[in-house]
């Protein structure tokens, strides 16, 4: 069966050797073909341009000439495309310069969403990093969550970060003394987050492009809603006091290598000299570890280790020797200088390894179908963790 473009040439041919034609029937009969396929032959010219309508006939159209016509349809519409770029270009330009600076100043207004249930904070959070343009910060002071939740976060981070997204975290000094939290934190700084570390923070907290902040509603509880902060005017000013945090806090390399130090009282881990200062307060263990978000046994060895290396018999004969130390004196006058945290509760941290199920608060236990550290959402919010 003759394709198209051939049926066309026979076609063409014959226009061209008579003429033209009134009829498609003369023109069937002409040209050697049957009614069918001079539509189909006809057709193929049209589009080409290689015939034409005049005088009730239907006649050939020179090459050249189709060639032509075709040229100045498709400059015209060029010209019209061009108009229509013209005008959708103008329409850009005043969205973005005369009516989203408008909308702009209305987002700096506070609002404040309430969100609950795992998925929809997990989606949320998700969606805030997905727009997210400039920066992360977050800060976590404890307790962490279940291992799987940390992996999951550290993936989701080398995405951000390969955008070219910004980083930071604040995590308490306490996770130096656990092995595999010393990894994870190395691991997060190897994909290129800025990391630091904390004596104690007030509570979790995530700031994206200092526009919107995600922090617990309730700070030292597990599972419960958080808030979604929206507007510049108050979530800079959040962003204020974690830029005072962040420059308290040491960095994951300086506070390794303090953790790896001697055993003389000028070389205090930072966790010892936040220990004793807290001690000096008046602190009671509970308090300690309550501020620093380590559990209580951590903190009476850390009080052990300092009576052991100091000869001391008890935790006043251990104060006594340290105020004798000239050396310590000046350690705790620099660790004092720093102010000090938020004012408000802080969240009672437990570290999973220190703390047997036993010891937990019922209120604390951890259901048998999730990690103890809370939702997936909970420590994302908290510390890019979930």
């Known amino acids: ?12 041919q014959a226009l061209r050797a008579h003429g033209g034609f009134a009829s498609e029937a003369e023109l069937g009969r002409a040209a050697g073909v049957d009614g069918e396929q001079v539509r189909r032959g006809r057709r193929r010219l049209e589009e080409l341009g290689l015939l034409q309508h ?7 159209v020179e090459p050249e000439t189709a060639l032509l016509r075709t040229m100045t349809a498709y400059q015209a519409s060029a010209a019209q495309q061009a108009s229509a770029a013209a005008s959708l ?40 990093d997905a727009t997210c343009r400039h920066g992360v ?42 092995p595999r939290y010393v990894r ?11 990391v630091r570390l904390l004596d104690h ?5 995530l700031i994206h492009d200092q526009s919107t902040a995600c922090l617990p509603a309730a700070p030292g509880t597990l599972g419960g809603p958080m808030l979604l902060v929206r507007g510049t005017a108050l979530v800079r000013v959040m962003s204020g006091f974690y830029e005072d945090f962040w420059l308290r806090a040491t960095s994951l390399e300086q506070a390794r290598a303090a953790a790896d130090g001697g055993d003389s009282v000028a070389e205090l881990t930072p966790q010892e000299r936040t220990v004793i200062r807290l001690m000096a307060g008046g602190l009671s263990d509970d308090q ?31 104060g006594l020797k340290l105020a004798q130390s000239p050396e310590f004196a000046r350690t705790l006058r620099v660790g004092s200088a720093a102010p000090g945290p ?23 236990q951890p259901s048998p179908d999730r990690p103890s550290a809370g939702s997936d959402a909970e420590a994302h919010a908290a510390g890019r963790s979930g």
């Open 89 to 128: 270009q103008q329409l850009t330009d005043a969205l973005m310069s005369v009516y989203r600076p408008a909308v702009a100043g209305d987002t700096s207004q506070v609002e404040v969403e309430f969100i609950t249930g795992s998925r929809r904070k997990g989606r949320t959070l998700s969606e805030l």
């Open 54 to 60: 005049g005088d009730g006939l239907l006649e050939p």
């Open 137 to 178: 910060d977050s800060m976590h002071p404890g307790p962490m969550p279940h291992a799987s939740v940390l992996e999951a976060s550290l993936e989701r981070d080398e995405v951000t970060k390969a955008r070219g997204i910004r980083l930071r975290s604040i995590y308490p000094l306490a996770l130096l003394q656990n």
């Open 288 to 318: 300690i570890a309550r501020k620093t978000g380590v559990h209580r046994r951590t903190v009476q060895r850390t009080v052990a280790k300092l009576m052991e290396r100091l000869h001391a018999s008890s935790r006043f004969e251990a």
């Open 201 to 205: 923070a007030p509570c979790d907290i």
């Open 342 to 364: 938020a004012a408000g509760p802080t969240p009672a941290g437990q570290h999973p390894d220190d703390q047997h199920p036993a010891d937990r608060h019922p209120a604390e």
């Open 184 to 194: 994870y934190l190395q691991r997060l700084s190897d994909v290129g987050a800025e």
């Open 1 to 12: 069966m003759p394709g198209d473009d051939e049926l066309a040439l026979a076609i063409y």
